[in-house]
């Protein structure tokens, strides 16, 4: 079945770094995918989106491209910031429509 | 408005009680979602409601029963919980099934 794989975390930055958070994916289709992020005590936001092959998706300083060829949907920012620290959830929608299947997330911690 | 409102936000409960957890939204979303999400976990589907039909039951036990009494609203009815039910509750909404789904901050249950 459809399935999302995250790096493991924590992943620990200071404040400025670059920060890439890897993803790949399993789906039959043509899935749309997503980042979400879940800041201490909240639910879950959408941080961006794609919805097609080579699409990239922006939001905040962050973005991702969707990678059909490697079935990658890899986060990135440019320098992160402490507000940034949180746990961020790669995930697709199946072409069915029926469900989104989340990867485990990863926790991010940024220091100052 | 694109807000996805949850009540109450926190819940504690025997396992004896009943109890309801509301969830409200105003943005014309015609799909539903409940989830479950355990500490340092991604949450997991438990119910879609499609034009306020239940689509999607994800072999949730009994004690868990939803309802979506129209299209703003959906509650899920708790009764005779067990203690590893404790968990956050989310709800979600999103215009179709398939699309990006909003969520609400939670409710936070704890049962004893």
């Known amino acids: 079945g459809d399935s999302v794989t995250q790096m493991e975390g924590p992943v620990t930055l200071s404040e400025e770094a670059f920060l890439t958070i890897n993803c790949t994916y399993t789906a039959t289709g043509y899935p749309s995918l997503f980042w979400y992020v879940q800041y201490p005590g909240e639910g879950l936001q959408l941080l961006l989106k794609?919805?097609?092959?080579?699409d990239k998706g922006s939001n905040k300083g962050f973005e991702a491209t969707y990678r059909k060829e490697t079935t990658s949907f890899h986060l990135e920012k440019g320098s992160v910031q402490v507000s940034d620290s949180a746990v961020y959830f790669c995930?697709?929608?199946?072409?069915?429509?029926?469900?989104?299947?989340f990867g485990a997330g990863t926790r991010l911690f940024v220091k100052a | 408005d694109t807000e996805v409102t949850q009540t109450p936000k926190h819940l504690v409960m025997g396992m004896t009680n009943k109890k309801s957890l509301k969830c409200e939204q105003h943005m014309g979303h015609r799909a539903m979602y409940w989830y479950k999400q355990k500490a340092k976990k991604p949450p997991e589907l438990m119910f879609v409601y499609s034009y306020e039909k239940l689509s999607i039951n994800e072999s949730v036990p009994s004690r868990f029963s939803p309802e979506c009494p129209n299209s703003s609203l959906l509650n899920l009815h708790l009764h005779a919980l067990q203690p590893e039910d404790s968990a956050l509750y989310l709800c979600a909404s999103s215009q179709e099934r398939k699309e990006t789904q909003y969520f609400g901050p939670g409710t936070r249950l704890l049962v004893l």
């Open positions: 995930a697709l929608s199946d072409p069915g429509g029926f469900k989104t299947i």
């Open positions: 794609a919805t097609k092959a080579d």
